[in-house]
């Protein structure tokens, strides 16, 4: 089994990250093969509604002048998927928003691709307006049909420093657990 982990902060080693890392290191306690895949700060664009992937049913965004069909083509190989957005204006980032719009209509054009696969959202604050965050990745996991393991609180940081997660016990605990639950639901429903 394998979790792909996308950090779409631009800080690559920011909050992000560092909260990606504690979910990804429960899961590898259980054999659970990882990745993190840096999104952040990449040139991706959003999807222009060409519908050229309804025609092509090929597993690909028809866009080519970006990195963004390898990222679809990680998310697809993957048996689950954790989406981590920094919050910007409350909302995700401009390239998790790319990656949401596009991975979900290629993934609906081609019969539902990531139904039932494991998603979990988590997001770095640095005060509020994560749940919007939060929600909108939901939103994106719920409508493609994916299964969304649940934690102890919401899967959120709070801090605007890099390294400020560390001073978040409760974020650290919520993600640990994030980690051992999703490692559960894969072997279930594998």
């Keep these: 089994m394998k979790v792909v ?6 800080r690559a080693q920011g909050n992000t990250r560092r909260g ?3 979910v990804l290191a429960e899961l590898e306690k259980e054999g659970i093969q ?15 509604a060409c519908g050229q992937c309804k025609i092509n ?5 028809a866009r080519n002048d970006d990195d963004m069909n390898a990222f679809i083509a990680k ?12 919050t910007y204006f409350s909302n995700v980032n401009a ?3 790319a990656l949401i719009d596009r991975a979900g209509m290629v993934a609906r054009a081609n019969d539902h691709a990531l139904k039932g696969k494991v998603g979990a959202p988590l997001v770095a604050a640095r005060r509020a307006g994560a749940t919007f965050v939060y929600s909108a990745i ?4 719920g409508i493609n049909q994916m299964i969304v393991p649940g934690s102890i609180y919401w899967n ?4 605007g420093a890099p390294g400020d997660i560390e001073k978040d016990e409760e974020g650290k605990n919520t993600f640990i657990q994030l980690g051992k639950n999703m490692a559960d639901l894969l072997k279930k429903l594998n």
Excluded: H, W, Y
């Design 20 to 22: 990606l890392e504690m």
């Design 5 to 10: 982990a996308f950090n779409g902060s631009p």
């Design 34 to 48: 990882t990745e993190i895949v840096q999104l952040g700060g990449k040139r991706v664009f959003g999807c222009l």
């Design 95 to 97: 390239e998790v928003k």
């Design 57 to 61: 049913k090929n597993l690909r965004c």
């Design 75 to 86: 998310m697809f190989e993957a048996d689950g998927i954790i989406i981590g957005s920094p």
């Design 138 to 141: 939901n939103f994106f996991f």
């Design 156 to 159: 959120m940081t709070l801090g």
